[in-house]
């Protein structure tokens, strides 16, 4: 048994070698559960009414891929015209999303001052009710 290794010195080796490694979940950051959801893209916007219909039409199907492919079949088969009031309204949540996002990353960047949802307006709306008159202060 010249040069060959004992059972002592693998066990050795294998506790050395035996590091732990960070599964993907450990890896990733903590999600911030006050950041905005990301909106919906015009499909999904369409896919919202269209599963309403299919189960009013369906009411025995219970499969969740038929009503997604009967979905994208759908999708694919409307005109630019059709299409256009679900892209509308995905641009008017994509729009209020992006605000959301502001004041979310002005949150993180100063601190959070201001926890209330209120836009801006609303806000100075009610400094001008209350003030009393005598400074007025500027963000610039």
């Known amino acids: ?6 059972k ?3 066990r050795k080796a294998d506790s050395r070698l035996a590091v732990k490694k960070k ?14 959801k990301r909106p919906p893209s015009a499909f999904l916007v369409f896919m ?3 599963r309403k219909q299919y189960k009013e039409k369906h009411p025995n199907n219970k499969s969740v891929a038929a009503v997604g492919k009967a979905g994208g079949d759908k999708w694919k088969s409307m005109s630019g015209e059709e299409k256009a009031p679900f ?3 995905a641009e008017k949540r994509k729009e209020e ?11 993180l960047a100063g601190g959070g001052d201001d926890e209330s949802d209120k836009s801006k307006s609303e806000v100075n709306d ?4 209350e003030g009393s008159g005598e ?5 610039d």
């Open 1 to 6: 048994m010249k040069g060959g290794k004992s």
């Open 8 to 10: 002592a010195d693998t």
């Open 23 to 36: 599964s993907k979940k450990e890896r990733k950051a903590a999600k911030d559960p006050n950041k905005p």
């Open 48 to 50: 919202e009414d269209f």
């Open 87 to 89: 892209v509308e309204k």
């Open 97 to 107: 999303y992006e605000r959301k996002m502001e004041a979310y990353n002005k949150k």
């Open 126 to 129: 009610e400094e001008d009710e």
């Open 135 to 139: 400074e007025e202060e500027e963000d």
